[in-house]
């Protein structure tokens, strides 16, 4: 259980409450947003706050604007989107800790939501220099850490603002760690999980903490390729990161020694290019011929790793299982979340690509949980600490 306090432990009534969001969402060229759920997911502990009549500050980076302002990582879409979900004006400092900032923060009333600028305009956020975290804090009375997406850094409104006010994290936080937290400490078994994604290497402590704890370890996507090689298996021109053949090699002798299933593909979509419309075929996972790469998992692959997961009871998922942006190369990828949506169980999608694969492929609603951390979440999964949590007031 979360040891840490919670808004509901906070007396908010008349005060001036600094919550951290993390409102880093995707936008097209025209400043569009095109996935709100980071702020929809953030809404619980805004209205909770607002309702008890708290002054609520904002605050969010966007993007990586590397310490400078730039209009084009401006904040001001959020707080129109924003506006929109809450049915409130949502009032907008055009600086961090400048005068305007203050000056709005200072005229708010009780039940007023503020939005400031991307904290990313200045370069002393990253660094979670003091002088910049106490300027931070000094807009707010009380502190709110609801960021789950970027509780795994130690920046200065993430962690450095905790010195300076008495804090506790929100909901989306609380919910997060509850859902996921239980799932690695007492899952309900069988206990599946699915790793993918591109590289092996982002994957590795994910890996090595689950081991322990899994009954079944499903692996796809481009990282498969690290664990055919270490067994000695053709890879063609697959993706591949040559230094951690051995490491995969260590792990499936580990997964052996514990009696884990760490299953592979049996079989693989290959094409000749890495090209949405690249001739392709499906061959055995040892036969992939030496001008081809594997771009998806193949229809056995599919079957058996569907069937594994429709019969558990806790699944985590982390990364596609193929090229799933190239329909081609996306069957693999659509089977596992299918199998996901019929579980009687716990399903859990760990952020980032997995996240847009499931919202895209349409079970977005039929999951448990779905992440709101890409890095986070993968940190969470390694059993790592997260900075942001861990500046919290204990209870
Ligand atoms: N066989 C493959 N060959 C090349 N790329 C692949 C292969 N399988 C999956 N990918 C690519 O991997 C990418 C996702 O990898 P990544 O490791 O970033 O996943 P993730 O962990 O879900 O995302 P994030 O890092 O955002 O949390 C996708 O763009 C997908 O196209
Ligand atoms: O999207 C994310 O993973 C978080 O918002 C953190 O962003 P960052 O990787 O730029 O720190």
Same mark, same amino acid.
């Given at each position: 259980?979360?040891?840490?306090?919670?808004?509901?432990?906070?007396?908010?009534?008349?005060?001036?409450?600094?919550?951290?969001?993390?409102?880093?969402?995707?936008?097209?060229?025209?400043?569009?947003?095109?996935?709100?759920?980071?702020?929809?997911?953030?809404?619980?502990?805004?209205?909770?706050?607002?309702?008890?009549?708290?002054?609520?500050?904002?605050?969010?980076?966007?993007?990586?604007?590397?310490?400078?302002?730039?209009?084009?990582?401006?904040?001001?879409?959020?707080?129109?989107?924003?506006?929109?979900?809450?049915?409130?004006?949502?009032?907008?400092?055009?600086?961090?800790?400048?005068?305007?900032?203050?000056?709005?923060?200072?005229?708010?009333?009780?039940?007023?939501?503020?939005?400031?600028?991307?904290?990313?305009?200045?370069?002393?956020?990253?660094?979670?220099?003091?002088?910049?975290?106490?300027?931070?804090?000094?807009?707010?009375?009380?502190?709110?850490?609801?960021?789950?997406?970027?509780?795994?850094?130690?920046?200065?409104?993430?962690?450095?603002?905790?010195?300076?006010?008495?804090?506790?994290?929100?909901?989306?936080?609380?919910?997060?760690?509850?859902?996921?937290?239980?799932?690695?400490?007492?899952?309900?078994?069988?206990?599946?999980?699915?790793?993918?994604?591109?590289?092996? +290497?982002?994957?590795?402590?994910? *890996?090595?903490?689950?081991?322990? %704890? $899994?009954?079944?370890?499903? @692996?796809? &996507? =481009?990282?498969?390729?690290?664990?055919?090689?270490?067994?000695?298996?053709?890879?063609?021109?697959?993706?591949?990161?040559?230094?951690?053949?051995?490491?995969?090699?260590?792990?499936?002798?580990?997964?052996?020694?514990?009696?884990?299933?760490?299953?592979?593909?049996?079989?693989?979509?290959?094409?000749?290019?890495?090209?949405?419309?690249?001739?392709?075929?499906?061959?055995?996972?040892?036969?992939?011929?030496?001008?081809?790469?594997?771009?998806?998992?193949?229809?056995?692959?599919?079957?058996?790793?569907?069937?594994?997961?429709?019969?558990?009871?806790?699944?985590?998922?982390?990364?596609?299982?193929?090229?799933?942006?190239?329909?081609?190369? +996306?069957?693999?990828?659509?089977? *596992?979340?299918?199998?996901?949506? %019929? $579980?009687?169980?716990?399903? @859990?999608? &760990? =952020?980032?690509?997995?996240?847009?694969?499931?919202?895209?492929?349409?079970?977005?609603?039929?999951?448990?949980?779905?992440?709101?951390?890409?890095?986070?979440?993968?940190?969470?999964?390694?059993?790592?600490?997260?900075?942001?949590?861990?500046?919290?007031?204990?209870?």
């Amino acid at each position: 259980m979360l040891n840490k306090r919670t808004v509901e432990d906070l007396e908010v009534e008349g005060k001036k409450v600094l919550v951290r969001v993390d409102f880093n969402v995707p936008m097209d060229k025209e400043g569009n947003i095109t996935d709100d759920r980071r702020i929809r997911e953030a809404l619980p502990t805004i209205t909770y706050l607002r309702d008890k009549g708290a002054k609520v500050i904002l605050m969010s980076h966007l993007g990586r604007p590397k310490g400078k302002v730039d209009p084009q990582y401006s904040l001001k879409p959020v707080a129109k989107r924003l506006s929109e979900l809450l049915m409130q004006q949502v009032i907008m400092s055009q600086d961090v800790v400048g005068e305007d900032a203050l000056k709005k923060s200072e005229s708010l009333k009780d039940g007023d939501v503020m939005l400031i600028e991307n904290v990313r305009f200045h370069g002393e956020e990253e660094k979670n220099a003091p002088e910049f975290a106490k300027k931070l804090s000094s807009l707010g009375e009380l502190y709110v850490n609801d960021a789950f997406g970027t509780a795994h850094r130690a920046h200065a409104s993430t962690a450095g603002v905790a010195d300076y006010l008495p804090s506790a994290v929100g909901f989306l936080i609380k919910k997060e760690l509850d859902v996921m937290g239980k799932a690695l400490s007492n899952p309900e078994r069988p206990f599946v999980a699915i790793l993918g994604g591109a590289k092996v +290497s982002d994957k590795i402590g994910v *890996i090595e903490n689950l081991i322990d %704890k $899994v009954d079944a370890l499903l @692996i796809g &996507g =481009g990282m498969a390729f690290n664990f055919l090689k270490a067994m000695g298996k053709e890879t063609g021109k697959s993706i591949l990161e040559e230094d951690k053949v051995e490491l995969a090699s260590e792990l499936l002798k580990k997964a052996e020694s514990k009696g884990v299933k760490l299953l592979l593909p049996v079989d693989i979509v290959v094409a000749k290019e890495f090209k949405v419309d690249a001739e392709h075929m499906t061959v055995d996972a040892g036969e992939i011929p030496e001008d081809y790469m594997g771009l998806d998992i193949g229809e056995n692959t599919r079957r058996i790793y569907s069937e594994i997961v429709e019969n558990a009871k806790t699944v985590v998922w982390n990364g596609p299982m193929g090229v799933f942006e190239m329909p081609a190369f +996306s069957k693999g990828t659509y089977a *596992i979340a299918e199998a996901m949506s %019929k $579980v009687n169980g716990t399903t @859990i999608i &760990g =952020g980032g690509d997995s996240a847009a694969a499931v919202e895209q492929l349409g079970f977005g609603d039929k999951m448990t949980h779905i992440s709101t951390g890409g890095g986070a979440s993968l940190e969470f999964l390694e059993g790592k600490t997260l900075p942001g949590i861990a500046v919290i007031n204990d209870k």
